[in-house]
């Protein structure tokens, strides 16, 4: 292995793994944050339901 | 505000892939060394990884000290961040060394204090990311990760002492010319901008899961209410 080659290539997997790890980690966050932000919509959308669920009719209105 | 933070975030990103496209181009241009040749520019990467392991090592004793101190959470999950980085820069230092030993030496290792001290701090901080992948419970984890982090970096000053005290086949002197200087100091910011944006990511994605499990609600598991930690 020339060197050239090897300094080249151990920039490259070098910079890579720390690149590489860095991505990693942001896309897990992302993830994170869209999994929350779900759980957020679905918990609102349970307690809307149940407030439309409690409204009962009062009774009837006559008109005469 | 999060439209500031998500333009802060890419800001920090832009700056860190410039300087390091800066610092490319410029170890490019800087002269080839007179005695190593074109394996000498790897010094532009393996300094900079070296400085930055020790720095965060750093860290995650500080954090630790802040844990045993106060047990706020945070300064755990601050540790375990850090210590990510410290491996992640340690195995590069390592993989570019053992690169350039193989092209200067002749041999892929050599059983020199300076670098069995070395890979002994990189396996300290792998045992210590390993550990707390094992532990289940927040509280032990964080106790026994604070006081193995505060022991874990006695292996820099004993590192730094090994440079001053020990002969070496290892070089002490970087045998730079000052028109390598600017290539250097460019990769030194570089790679301290994208390891402290690593270790900041890290840290969020830590606090990020901690929330969830804290929203958790709390479950009755062996006859005591479980709840996520404080």
């Known amino acids: 292995m020339s060197d050239a080659l090897a300094t080249i290539t151990a920039f490259s997997v070098g910079l890579g793994m720390m690149f590489g790890y860095t991505i990693w980690v942001a896309i897990e966050l992302r993830y994170e944050h869209a999994r929350q932000r779900a759980a957020q919509l679905a918990s609102r959308a349970s307690e809307r339901d149940a407030v439309a669920t409690e409204i009962k009719p009062r009774g009837t209105v006559r008109v005469s | ?230």
């Open chain 2, 1 to 230: 505000m999060d439209r500031w933070r998500e333009w802060g975030v890419y800001s920090y990103w832009g700056l860190t892939l410039l300087t390091l496209c800066v610092g490319v181009a410029l170890a490019l241009r800087a002269p080839v060394h007179e005695v190593m040749g074109p394996i000498q520019k790897l010094l532009y990467l393996h300094l900079p990884v070296a400085v930055n392991t020790f720095l965060f090592a750093i860290v995650v004793f500080v954090a630790s000290v802040g844990y045993l101190g106060g047990r706020r959470q945070v300064w755990d999950d601050l540790a375990h961040a850090a210590a990510t980085v410290t491996v992640l820069n340690g195995t590069v230092l390592l993989l570019t060394g053992v690169v350039w030993a193989k092209v200067a030496w002749g041999h892929w290792w050599m059983w020199s204090p300076r670098l069995c001290i070395s890979l002994i701090l990189w396996l300290l901080y792998s045992v210590y990311l390993a550990s707390r992948a094992r532990m289940r419970s927040p509280h032990h984890r964080a106790v026994f990760c604070s006081i193995y982090g505060v022991v874990a970096f006695l292996d820099v000053p004993l590192l730094y002492l090994t440079v001053k005290l020990l002969p070496d086949i290892h070089p002490t002197e970087s045998g730079l010319t000052p028109s390598m200087y600017p290539a250097l100091w460019t990769w030194f910011a570089g790679i301290t901008l994208l390891s402290v944006g690593t270790m900041v990511t890290r840290f969020v994605l830590g606090r990020s899961s901690l929330r969830r499990w804290e929203e958790l609600p709390a479950r009755t598991v062996g006859g005591t209410a479980s709840g996520g930690p404080r």
